[in-house]
């Protein structure tokens, strides 16, 4: 192979691996937002609260990285069959971490809340649907890196749970704010934050299925297991 052929490869393979580190590094940095944001409701945390929204900036920058390498690599190198599947997952991808770091901001900005902090309502709840959702973000991450469709068909099924902790906060914090109308702001919040929390088991699942269609070229069935109703 000329040298020219062989010079060209080796930086395709190279954007390739610089595409795989965005997406990597993006993932660690929510992952620490989600964690920060979640310390900050149940422990009263102030510098977490902190912490979350100011890794925000970072992850925007990430992502519009990701996209301009995405533009680049679609129209300089036309990749084909898994390596096409993966330029264009990882775009997808992008979008639902940045929206899983907006999510974990806001549930960081709602944690210092005066009505939060002397909520007397018990937060065993939240912080078993924090644990739940930590716990799929985490392995939803490690099939990601490790290109791992058994480990991301996993976290699919696994968003059952976390919609059934939702709908059952929902129905107690209802329950709360009509047994007494002093609970209602509290409750507000909570409401928002636990639908935050939801809205990030639902994008850790979108990486899962886009996870298991890169690496394997199928798809995931397109109605999902779910959990919980309000009927």
């Known amino acids: 192979m000329p040298h020219e052929s062989v010079h060209t490869v080796q930086s395709y393979e190279q954007e390739l691996e610089q595409l795989r580190s965005f997406i990597n590094r993006m993932g660690g ?10 310390t900050a409701v149940v422990e009263h945390d102030e510098a977490a609260a902190r912490d979350a929204p100011e890794m925000d900036p970072y992850v925007d920058e990430l992502e519009r990285e ?3 390498l995405v533009i680049r690599l679609l129209a300089l190198r036309a990749p084909m069959a898994g390596d096409l599947r993966e330029v264009v997952v990882a775009l997808k991808i992008s979008g639902d971490l940045e929206r899983i770091g907006d999510c974990a901001a806001s549930i ?4 210092m809340r005066n009505e939060l902090l002397s909520c007397p309502i018990s937060l065993t709840g939240l912080r078993s649907m ?7 973000l985490r392995r939803t991450i490690d099939a990601m890196d490790q290109r ?20 059952s ?9 009509m047994e007494d109308p002093r609970n209602i702001g509290p409750c507000t919040h909570l409401l928002f934050i636990a639908k935050n929390l939801e809205r990030i088991g639902d994008h850790a699942t979108n990486i899962s299925e886009r996870v298991y269609y890169a690496v394997t070229g199928n798809t995931l069935p397109i109605v999902r297991p779910r959990g919980g109703t309000f009927d």
């Open 148 to 167: 791992d469709p058994e480990l991301a068909r996993i976290v699919w099924q696994s968003d059952t749970a976390v919609d059934e902790l939702y709908v």
């Open 130 to 136: 924090g644990r739940l959702v930590q716990e799929n």
């Open 169 to 177: 906060m929902f129905r107690e914090l209802v329950t709360y704010m």
């Open 66 to 68: 990701t996209e301009a």
């Open 29 to 38: 940095v929510v992952e620490r937002q989600v964690a920060q944001a979640i």
């Open 108 to 111: 960081a900005r709602r944690a």
